[in-house]
Nanobody, 130 residues
Framework: QVQLAESGGGLVRAGGSLRLSCAASTFTFSIYTMGWFRQAPGKEREFVAAIRWATGWETASTQVADSVKGRFAISRDNARNTVYLQMNSLKSEDTAVYYC???????????????????WGQGTQVTVSS
């Protein structure tokens, strides 16, 4: 069973930074695209960032949502089976529960579609005060 455990959420003032981590286990991490999604109260879950699978010394390509472009960055450490979301210049509208997710298929081209991800963490709350 896929296990994804997010951490790093919390309360931060607008303009501040947080780094989320997602520790993965029980599967071959390097061959799956990983993503971050978020869900604010009363809203649907939305894509935030994704990072393609990568093996060896290959650099994984990434994609981020337009709403966070230039402020958020996704990265991965295959040796630690961990994916990160660095969030800078946080705004009140970034307040949400953030979820880590795994693509349902290994070696797939980078995807941002929620339906392409079938394994999810429990989520971590990020609250940005204005």
């Amino acid at each position: 069973q896929v296990q994804l455990a997010e951490s790093g959420g919390g309360l931060v003032r607008a303009g501040g930074s947080l780094r989320l981590s997602c520790a993965a286990s029980t599967f071959t991490f390097s061959i799956y695209t990983m993503g971050w999604f978020r869900q604010a109260p009363g809203k649907e879950r939305e894509f935030v960032a994704a990072i393609r699978w990568a093996t060896g010394w290959e650099t994984a390509s990434t994609q981020v949502a337009d709403s966070v472009k230039g402020r958020f960055a996704i990265s991965r450490d295959n040796a630690r089976n961990t994916v990160y979301l660095q969030m800078n210049s946080l705004k009140s509208e970034d307040t949400a529960v953030y979820y880590c997710a795994r693509d349902s298929r290994p070696y797939r081209a980078l995807t941002t579609r929620t339906d392409d991800f079938d394994s999810w963490g429990q989520g971590t709350q990020v609250t940005v005060s204005s």
